[in-house]
């Protein structure tokens, strides 16, 4: 099979290792590595320190099993003792991706220079860069590392899947352990909402079970954990019963070999199937959805063939479950396809779906109270001189943090709606086919940034021409509250090509309307004319809008259901003691820190 500028994708995973190079038009093949498709990650270590991989490590371990390592990844990533000797475990990493390289190199000529290697996307910053070290011990030069679901996401979506922007996906990745992460599909990719992992939820503990159901006839003990032999054989049993009503399975001598049948293998794996059906439900919980909110369910990993794994996550999540066709290449596939297009496809700008209508709200409702805020802090200042006269005032009584809080609404309504704007740019005929899908989200952010600014500049001067006033103060507070979000949102923006996310899901809409509708309370309360018939209304009126924007504050930083209540009451309680004119521009520059802080929760997720 000949390749167009070739793509090596690879999947190492807790059990085996696969690997398939991809090329232009959608063409992929599946590499050979050692013999087998998918070669076991085992490893072993001799007297000397040698270290072998694959098949032979499986012939080293029946003369010498003390030097013999299972599952190199589920040892950590530290060091492990074999012959009295410290092994580096990425050494042994490197090892089985060296035969990959090897593998590679000898089909293309050449090992090609767009290699991608996925990773769990549970793992922080330090476990992928070690295994990225591993991979560049191994010849494979410094792959691009791939989420593994968004991979198998992505999957789907070039193989004929529909998923529309803003679609909610789960993935569940059931492997010899357990991955279940939540997806929100964006223009420039899907990004990781939640992710839950179970080292006890997968294969790796269905093989566990088993062994010791078929060791306790032969051996009369439930103490001692199976011997790897026996989880080795194991595997490969449960796997062949997906196909087979039944099969034979060797044990160590003396014992002869036993036979399971499908039925004993669903029977033992049910219990851990339901620890990854609520794994799943936990995830879905994390994200702040229900289940009810997902377009899709997919199942991946090897551990998905098993008849009886459909069956209990529907059971469990009561939504359609898709088991997807090669479920345990799904990630690798992906990762092959990760940028690239199914052959024939419209462009990214040409397949977008306009904002639902939850959407537009979001959109509608900041833009509204950002106007009516700007709109109150104008016609409520007093200031001396004469607008009828064009007399310049000496004194001007405004309130500014509420032109902040304007200010932070409208830039809020720019950056939602940025990455609609880099689709409407890529439709622009002088600039077709000169974006991929981040590049055009990446242009709809500037853009929206850009916006941003402008409309809060306008804000300043439309509000120093109304009271003929020097631009200065109020160019300040229109463009300084919102610098920290945006210089965060373009940082975001800058590291897109690197960690995909989605950027056009707006500010929650509750948070919104309680800042914006208790900021504009409190801004009408203390410029309202005092009237003593009315004091208790004016107090009131002051302390809820004040108590209104901390709970706001905490609805919108926290996600964690006892966080929320524990900063709300809190806030709220600060607020209602603290409420009074003269922290008004405090109001404000509370609300600019916390849309900084909910920005850069959106940075630090992409850089976990």
Not at 315 to 340: F, H, I, N, S
């Amino acid at each position: 099979m000949q390749f167009g500028a070739p793509r090596l994708a690879v999947d190492y995973g807790t059990a085996c290792t696969r690997a398939v190079i991809a090329g232009s038009g959608g063409s992929w093949q599946a590499l050979t590595i050692d013999g087998t498709l998918e070669p076991h990650n085992v490893a072993h270590v001799d007297v000397n320190g040698r270290i072998t991989v694959g098949n032979a490590a499986w012939r080293q371990a029946s003369v010498d099993p003390d030097g013999f390592v299972f599952a190199p990844l589920g040892e950590g990533t530290a060091t492990i003792t074999r012959h009295g000797r410290e092994i580096e475990v990425s050494d042994l990493v490197a090892a089985m991706l060296r035969l990959v390289a090897d593998e590679a190199s000898a089909v293309l000529g050449e090992l090609p220079a767009d290699v991608r290697l996925t990773v769990p996307a549970g793992w922080g910053p330090r476990r992928r860069m070690w295994l990225r070290n591993a991979a560049h011990r191994a010849g494979l030069g410094l792959p691009t590392l791939v989420e593994a679901p968004v991979a198998a996401a992505n999957r789907q979506l070039l193989t004929g899947g529909q998923l529309a922007v803003g679609a909610f996906v789960l993935v569940c990745d059931l492997g010899a352990t357990t991955e279940a992460s939540v997806l929100r599909r964006g223009p420039g990719g899907f990004e990781v909402l939640s992710t839950l992992f179970d080292a006890d939820a997968g294969g790796q503990a269905i093989d566990q079970l088993l062994a010791g159901t078929l060791l306790v006839p032969a051996t009369g003990s439930r103490n001692e954990p199976p011997p790897w032999p026996v989880l080795a054989n194991v595997r490969t049993g449960k796997e062949a019963v997906s196909f087979e009503p039944a099969v034979t399975v060797p044990l160590p001598p003396p014992d002869p070999p036993v036979v399971i049948s499908s039925g004993q293998v669903e029977t033992t794996a049910r219990p851990v199937l339901g620890r990854a059906a609520d794994l799943c439900a936990a995830a879905v919980q994390a994200a702040e959805l229900t289940t009810a909110d997902l377009t899709a369910v997919y199942v991946v990993g090897a551990a998905a063939t098993m008849p009886a794994a459909h069956a209990v996550l529907q059971e469990r999540l009561a939504v359609p479950v898709q088991v997807v066709p090669m479920p345990g290449a799904a990630a690798v596939l992906g990762a092959a396809d990760a940028t690239g297009a199914q052959p024939g496809s419209a462009p990214v700008a040409q397949q977008m779906s306009p904002p639902s209508a939850r959407e537009l709200l979001g959109l509608l409702v900041p833009g509204v109270l950002s106007l009516v805020l700007f709109a109150h802090f104008v016609f409520s200042a007093q200031f001396s001189g004469s607008r009828v006269l064009h007399q310049a005032p000496w004194w001007v009584w405004a309130n500014y943090g509420e032109l902040a809080v304007a200010c932070l609404f409208a830039l809020a309504v720019c950056l939602a709606f940025g990455p609609w704007t880099g689709v409407m740019l890529a439709r622009d005929q002088r600039l077709q086919g000169r974006w991929d899908a981040v590049g055009q989200v990446s242009a709809g952010m500037f853009t929206a940034v850009a916006v941003a600014g402008t409309v809060c500049a306008l804000y300043a001067l439309i509000a120093s021409l109304y009271f003929l006033y020097p631009f200065g103060l109020p160019l300040r507070w229109a463009l300084l509250p919102i610098l920290p979000s945006a210089l965060i949102a373009i940082t975001v923006t800058v590291l897109l090509r690197k960690r995909p996310a989605v950027l056009n899901e707006g500010m929650p809409l509750l948070p919104v309307l309680l800042i914006g509708g208790g900021d504009l309370l409190f801004a009408y309360t203390i410029s309202s004319g005092y009237l003593l018939w009315l004091s208790a209304l004016h107090a009131i009126g002051t302390r809820a809008g004040v108590v209104m924007v901390g709970v706001g504050i905490a609805i919108l930083l926290f996600r964690i259901t006892l966080l929320r209540v524990v900063a709300a009451v809190t806030l709220g309680a600060l607020g209602f003691f603290l409420a009074d004119w003269r922290i008004a521009n405090v109001v404000g520059v509370a609300v600019a820190l916390a849309f900084a802080g909910w920005w850069a929760q959106r940075l630090w997720a992409q850089l976990r």
